[in-house]
């Protein structure tokens, strides 16, 4: 078994994996197992279990990344997993078995973009991109959801860390625009899993500072926050989850000087609220009352701030005098921002990010 391995011998990942509670001895027998499945992931009848077993031991065996990483040919086989899975796509007749499949190899990659020593190579290779055809299906089925769901938990955990050189990585991909269209027609949990990515790029100053460079960026991700808002206040839903996301995405907007300005012009008028009843969550009324008061909206002792009665949503008005993008408008000359902008990402769209 050791010929599978390079770089890294398996003592080195013995002496780090610190299984609590485990003997030298259990230590070696358990490394010995995970190897085990490992190498039987090369043997298409023992291929399903290995996965499986391998996904049991992500949270318990803390060197399973390094290993799947230093095993010759381990990410290659799970790359043409992947692979071999795009032409269902195309096809319509993605099954719950294969979509389960593919999910167990996902969730291995989720382990490897979520481990110190091989996120790095996990973003130097471009691992990410070949799960974008995933997140640019539309297709409404448990099958296809699940790939969806599953692929966004392995962008989540690259940018779990607050990690600047993952973010600067994804900033050079679609993955914002992607993540826009499921925040705006997706299910509940994809819906939150990628407004947690676009809060946690937000977070990031690059982020921030990318995200708010171009009028079409700032708008593309506002409009959908909006509209997010609104289907919360319309069917009354009480997704506190998805709420988190959206008001941290929001007091993070408002840090940047150009957005907070247009922000006082666009932000919903239920939002505004700072007793809003749909927010039941002590910290996220913090964070609601704090984002308030970056926008000059509320103060402790008044309450209400006349900022807040004067304010209107005119997006002509926040072009005009907040933005100066006047390139904006020979993109769209004759009806300007709200025909520009229905959120059918046409052809194109993709170079404004």
């Known amino acids: 078994?050791?010929?599978?391995?390079?770089?890294?011998?398996?003592?080195?990942?013995?002496?780090?994996?610190?299984?609590t509670g485990y003997s030298d001895q259990e230590q070696q027998s358990e490394l010995d197992i995970v190897v085990k499945h490992i190498v039987n992931l090369r043997d298409p009848e023992k291929k399903e279990e290995a996965l499986s077993e391998l996904s049991k031991k992500r949270e318990s065996f803390q060197n399973l990344a390094p290993l799947l990483w230093h095993s010759t040919g381990t990410i290659a086989l799970l790359i043409e997993d992947i692979v071999q899975v795009?032409?269902?796509?195309?096809?319509?007749?993605?099954?719950?078995?294969?979509?389960?499949?593919?999910?167990?190899?996902?969730?291995l990659l989720q382990c490897l973009a979520l481990h110190q020593e091989t996120k790095p190579h996990f973003i130097k290779a471009h691992i990410p991109l070949f799960l974008y055809p995933f997140l640019n299906t539309n297709v409404k089925t448990k099958p296809f959801e699940n790939l969806r769901v599953t692929s966004l938990g392995v962008i989540g955990a690259l940018v779990k860390g607050d990690d600047t050189e993952a973010i600067?990585?994804?900033?050079?991909?679609?993955?914002?625009?992607?993540?826009?269209?499921i925040m705006k027609r997706g299910q509940e949990l994809s819906r939150t899993v990628a407004t947690?990515?676009?809060?946690?790029?937000?977070?990031?100053?690059?982020?921030?500072?990318?995200?708010?460079?171009?009028?079409?960026?700032?708008?593309?991700?506002?409009?959908v926050l909006q509209s997010m808002i609104e289907d919360?206040?319309?069917?009354?839903?009480?997704?506190?989850?998805?709420l988190r996301h959206i008001i941290r995405c929001y007091q993070r907007l408002s840090d940047n000087p150009r957005a907070n300005e247009a922000l006082k012009k666009i932000l919903p008028n239920n939002f505004k609220d700072p007793n809003?009843?749909?927010?039941?969550?002590?910290t996220v009324k913090k964070w609601h009352i704090n984002l308030l008061q970056?926008?000059?909206?509320?103060?402790e002792e008044m309450g209400f701030s006349s900022s807040f009665f004067a304010s209107v949503v005119c997006f002509e008005l926040v072009f005009q005098e907040v933005f100066y993008w006047d390139d904006f408008y020979a993109k769209?000359?004759?009806?300007?921002?709200?025909?520009?902008f229905q959120m059918e990402f046409p052809t194109g769209f993709y170079v404004g990010f």
Request: charged share 15%; aromatic share 12%; glycine share 4%.
């Open 1 to 19: 078994m050791a010929a599978y391995y390079q770089q890294v011998p398996p003592q080195h990942l013995i002496e780090n994996n610190s299984l």
């Open 86 to 107: 795009y032409q269902n796509l195309v096809q319509n007749n993605l099954t719950t078995q294969i979509s389960s499949s593919v999910c167990s190899v996902l969730g």
């Open 168 to 181: 600067t990585f994804l900033m050079q991909t679609e993955i914002i625009p992607l993540c826009l269209r």
């Open 196 to 223: 947690f990515i676009i809060q946690k790029i937000l977070v990031d100053d690059n982020g921030l500072n990318y995200i708010c460079q171009t009028a079409e960026r700032f708008f593309a991700v506002s409009t």
């Open 232 to 242: 919360l206040i319309q069917n009354e839903k009480d997704d506190q989850r998805l």
């Open 276 to 282: 809003w009843k749909l927010i039941k969550d002590e």
């Open 294 to 299: 970056n926008l000059g909206f509320y103060n």
């Open 332 to 340: 769209f000359p004759a009806t300007g921002f709200v025909a520009g």
